[in-house]
């Protein structure tokens, strides 16, 4: 292959300037692809779980498909790998979290759209050539002849990183002597559970004095200064692939108290001064909090995370590109040789 790795991008997710998004990651991924001398270009459509939506996307694609210009088309989510079939391309997608779980209602189950979404997600990853996950536990909900490879969204380690927690709240404005615990999402996000964290937080207040601060529509760029603010990271999510606030936070040294979702167990396992609660009861919550409050100070988070450095996972996502590129052309020179051989006239 000649020349530098070109793909086409569909997301139905690309952070837009004053809109609360937690789609930064993907954002970052380009970014760093791009450093790393990949040409990508970005196709964002705005789902917005409406059909229509999709249909319109899946036909301003095609001209883009039939360029020539790319080598493969990448999907960020499972359904935004519709708009790439029926496959012009060598199609590599990355499924994230509740494109492939499914979409939870206010209250606590499966949406019917949310139902829908599953069996076309699955439908993506047996079309595809490459199936990227976010965590190991999501691969047993689906199925696919294609390879499966598990890579993280990874982090900027340069912008999430620990600030001394009186600067921090000198500049965000916050009291110097109050015990914060983080919420970051959105409160009215039924998977979130923004009302089990109220309560846990509540709770604590019986005993010992703390503020639940919440984070959503704040600029990306404030969440390092929150997290080193703040004394604690309560996760309450239902439902998770691989929760990058989880990850942030422990890139700040933020001690977490969470429930047992996604790989959360895998990322707290190593890190004292962290706690995975035994249930989802308020309760149990709020005698986590309250115990890593008392304890106070910062864990060791960093260290634990530094494996998941973007630059080192967008080498990892680089070699996916290769080797299906390469597997593409394998299968296609084949099929000329086949079709070469059945042509060759026949003599004697």
């Known amino acids: 292959m000649e020349g530098p790795i070109r793909v086409l991008m569909i997301t139905s997710g690309w952070p837009t300037p004053g809109k609360p998004q937690t789609t930064h990651f993907i954002k970052r991924q380009v970014d760093f692809l791009r450093q790393a001398g990949i040409e990508v270009d970005v196709f964002h459509l705005r789902g917005a779980k409406n059909p229509w939506n999709y249909a319109r996307g899946w036909w301003l694609v095609r001209p883009r498909l039939r360029t020539g210009r790319y080598h493969l088309v990448h999907a960020q989510f499972g359904q935004s790998g519709l708009l790439a079939l029926p496959r012009r391309l060598p199609l590599v997608v990355t499924l994230r979290g ?21 069996w076309l997600v699955r439908l993506v990853a047996r079309r595809a050539d490459a199936v990227v996950v976010v965590s190991e536990h999501m691969k047993a909900h689906f199925r696919t002849s294609a390879p499966v490879v598990v890579l993280p969204s990874g982090l900027d380690l340069e912008r999430f990183a620990p600030v001394s927690r009186e600067e921090a709240r000198r500049r965000l404005g916050l009291a110097p002597e109050k015990h914060l615990v983080l919420f970051a999402g959105d409160p009215k996000n039924p998977r979130k559970r923004y009302g089990l964290a109220r309560q846990a937080v509540d709770l604590v207040n019986l005993v010992f004095p703390a503020e639940l601060v919440v984070a959503w529509g704040v600029p990306h760029t404030d969440m390092p200064y929150l997290m080193s603010a703040c004394d604690a990271l309560v996760f309450t999510s239902q439902q998770e692939g691989s929760p990058n606030v989880v990850k942030e936070a422990l890139a700040c040294n933020l001690p977490i108290v969470s429930v047992a979702v996604g790989d959360v167990a895998d990322r707290l396992r190593s890190v004292v001064g962290c706690e995975l609660c035994a249930d989802e009861q308020p309760m149990s919550i709020a005698a986590a909090l309250e115990r890593v409050l008392r304890r106070g100070g910062r864990v060791a988070g960093r260290q634990a995370v530094s494996h998941l450095e973007e630059g080192l996972l967008t080498q990892q996502l680089i070699e996916v590109y290769r080797s299906v590129i390469e597997r593409h052309a394998a299968a296609r020179g084949r099929v000329v040789s086949r079709t070469e051989s059945s042509a060759t006239p026949q003599t004697g």
């Open 98 to 118: 509740s494109d492939l779980l499914g979409i939870v209602g206010a209250e606590g189950r499966n949406t019917r759209t949310g139902r829908l979404l599953n």
